[in-house]
């Protein structure tokens, strides 16, 4: 696995998940459901805030995604977050060819208000790896939010790499 390859997959989610927003109706983007507390804008603002968090993260080579900066502009306006979904996926690119940074990852361990965290030793890979996972799991609650408001989303949205190998690998041996 190399740095660009991973780079490549979080950029294609992105842009999945960009290109899947500029069908939305108007008002549905910023709209809560009853499914959940919040709606579509929320899950893409806490996406977007954990590329962020990488971004300034790697200045100090620690990362710490409990911490990120919330910016409700991006929960509520849809130009702006697929603006900022495509700005992400331009940064990414830039990232080309940095493998040997060593970051530090602190995280939360506890939901008590008590300082329980641990810090651990990381990747660039391993952080984009998990960012790639993460953003797939809230793109699957995205998926669920606009199938409920009757919205077409294409099947492999919000599908897992793996479990879309697994498919492929299934229609082949039927």
Sequence with gaps: MSLNSVIHANCQTLTA?????THLPPGIYDKATPLTDSGIGGHVR??????????SGL???????????????????LK???ETLRNLSAWLLTLA???????????ATSGSRQDASTTTES?????LLF??????????????LM??????????????????QYREEIAITS
């Design 131 to 144: 960012l790639q996972s993460h953003t797939v799991h809230h793109e699957a609650i995205i998926a669920m």
């Design 123 to 127: 990747s660039l890979i391993r952080e």
């Design 80 to 82: 702006d977050a697929i």
């Design 147 to 164: 199938k409920a408001q009757s919205i077409d989303v294409p099947g492999e949205f919000g599908v897992a790499p793996a479990t879309l």
């Design 17 to 21: 998940l960009a290109d899947q927003l």
């Design 46 to 55: 806490h996406i977007v805030e954990h590329y962020q968090e990488l971004a």
């Design 97 to 107: 060819g940095q493998e040997n940074i060593s970051l530090k990852l602190t995280a």
């Design 59 to 77: 200045e100090e080579q620690h990362i710490c995604y409990d911490k990120r900066v919330r910016n409700q502009l991006l929960e509520h306006s």
